[in-house]
Nanobody, 125 residues
Framework: VQLQASGGGLVQSGGSLRLSCAAS????????IGWFRQAPGKEREGVSCIASRYGITKYADSVKGRFTISRDNAKNTVYLQMNSLKPEDTAVYYCARSKGLYCSAYASPITYDYWGQGTQVTVSS
């Protein structure tokens, strides 16, 4: 099983990026998938999660209204659309497969088992 996060880059404050999480050896549509981020010197932070069923999505308060998580099961890919980016969004972003259901503990890293390698997002002021 491998998860591959991509789409990061350097963007100015107020700009947008779309991150992708592709998988091999795993059907993402059958699982809750989360996005985390980790800035230098800080703990890994849960950003968003999309459940396998019922259209459930969760967002951290810091990104609510700016980020949108979605999935394309045909492409076996989960996306994180990030708009109105701020310098404080600068971090390495990771996607991960949750062991849980309905994103109930989406912000807790220990509830995830497979992780992507991370993609760097840098927002300049």
């Amino acid at each position: 099983v491998q998860l591959q996060a991509s789409g990061g880059g350097l963007v100015q404050s107020g700009g947008s990026l779309r991150l992708s999480c592709a998988a091999s050896g795993l059907s993402l549509g059958a699982h809750d998938i989360g996005w985390f981020r980790q800035a230098p010197g800080k703990e890994r932070e849960g950003v968003s999660c999309i459940a396998s069923r019922y259209g459930i999505t969760k967002y951290a308060d810091s990104v609510k209204g700016r980020f949108t998580i979605s999935r394309d099961n045909a492409k076996n890919t989960v996306y994180l659309q990030m708009n109105s980016l701020k310098p404080e969004d600068t971090a390495v972003y990771y996607c991960a497969r949750s062991k849980g259901l309905y994103c109930s503990a989406y912000a807790s890293p220990i509830t995830y088992d497979y992780w992507g390698q991370g993609t760097q997002v840098t927002v300049s002021s």
